[in-house]
């Protein structure tokens, strides 16, 4: 395929799945990514030192919601690249106004944005004050209407997960056709079943790391590594800081570790554990699974497209601290009497997310187009 290729995204200043979609995918398809605010050192710990010249800013943004997403949507709104590319891959939910004036496009669709739409409740009650709710309300109406306007200048959508393709159909009126995000998978290895449990995850409530640090506050002689990337707008930073005020002794929170440091973590830990609520599909975990470390994750969301219940992993359904402490305990003792009753299974499964499989599926979607 001989296609010059424009890929589009948000922000590039905090590296979480799906910006590690978007990295592999300028990296596969030799694509140039658009986007507003960009944090080069981060770009390069996570290994993609070589896709950093072809990121391109649109113009730098504020830092804080909801000003971050709407800048955001009206500089894509704007943009025009005037056919200087054969093709544009939306890879992110904001950015998908860019469909508007650039054509023919893909919608690679992480989640419809989910602050307005799945988890617009959850959102206005956690993280805005009430003074401002109704200002709020305000802003959800306008942005829903755009986003299912701005929706119909989409060529083809395709999305990470069946949990996000009933979204869409839910959501925005449309079909969708799932090809799982990619990890690759040879990057990463089976160390040791060591001593201490891993969670990777952005610092943010809807991720229920409280969950996480209220079992492990009742298991001192456990130990939980989290590695919890967070930017400096204000919901962001009160989460972290929570977290860490909290966090008991038996529990370490790092920010922002080197890709390699991260693989080494997952390839000496005990298990993984994640909390995410109603995740879109979760990356993190196939990182694991590929690592050969069970995991244990709530039974809802993407989760229960990545986990075999019983095999790769726990599944906990309505989980809370007494459940995931209880899961904790189980799986604790089974590692200890098994060590590697989980790494050949859990290794062979995360084969079918793999970054050659995932590329090619998308190289033929658009080659279709």
């Not at 590296?15 to 390069?44: C, S």
């Not at 944005?113 to 988890?119: C, Q, S, T």
């Not at 000496?268 to 994640?274: D, E």
Request: net charge positive.
């Amino acid at each position: 395929m001989n296609k010059k290729i424009a890929l589009f995204h948000n922000y590039m200043d905090n590296i979480g799945g799906a910006e590690m979609v978007a990295l592999y995918l300028a990296r596969e398809f030799n694509a140039d990514i658009y986007t507003t605010n960009i944090n080069p050192e981060q770009i390069k710990k996570m290994g993609f030192k070589d896709v950093l010249p072809r990121i391109h800013s649109i113009g730098t943004i504020p830092i804080s919601a909801p000003f971050k997403q709407q800048f955001a949507l009206w500089k894509f709104r704007l943009l025009n690249l005037k056919s200087a590319y054969d093709f544009y891959i939306i890879d992110g939910d904001w950015a998908m106004s860019g469909a508007v004036n650039n054509q023919p496009n893909l919608w690679y669709v992480h989640s419809p944005i989910r602050e307005i739409w799945d988890l617009y409740e959850y959102v206005r009650n956690n993280n805005v004050p009430w003074i401002l709710r109704p200002i709020f309300d305000v802003w959800v109406r306008y942005n829903r209407y755009l986003n299912k306007k701005y929706t119909e200048k989409v060529g083809t959508l395709v999305c990470n997960s069946v949990n996000t393709k009933n979204r869409v159909k839910k959501y925005l009126g449309k079909e969708a056709e799932v090809i799982h995000p990619p990890v690759k998978t040879s990057d990463f290895y089976f160390g040791k079943t060591g001593d201490y449990w891993l969670s990777v995850n952005r610092l943010l409530n809807m991720k229920r790391i409280d969950v996480q640090l209220g079992a492990f506050a009742r298991l001192p002689h456990e130990k939980l590594i989290i590695v919890g990337s967070y930017e400096q707008a204000r919901h962001f930073t009160e989460y972290a800081e929570h977290c860490n005020t909290i966090k008991t002794p038996n529990v370490e929170i790092r920010s922002w570790v080197s890709r390699e440091e991260l693989i080494r973590l997952y390839a000496n830990c005990k298990g993984f554990i994640t909390t995410s609520k109603d995740e879109d599909f979760g990356l993190s975990v196939v990182e694991a699974l590929a690592s050969g470390k069970p995991v244990i994750a709530p039974n809802e969301g993407g989760y229960k497209e990545t986990v075999l219940d019983g095999k790769t992993g726990i599944l906990i359904q309505d989980i809370d601290v007494e459940k995931l402490l209880t899961t904790i305990q189980k799986l604790g003792d089974e590692l200890s009497r098994e060590p590697l009753k989980y790494k050949d299974i859990c290794m062979q499964h995360a084969q079918q997310f793999d970054l050659t499989l995932f590329t090619e599926k998308i190289r033929k979607r658009i080659e279709k187009i």
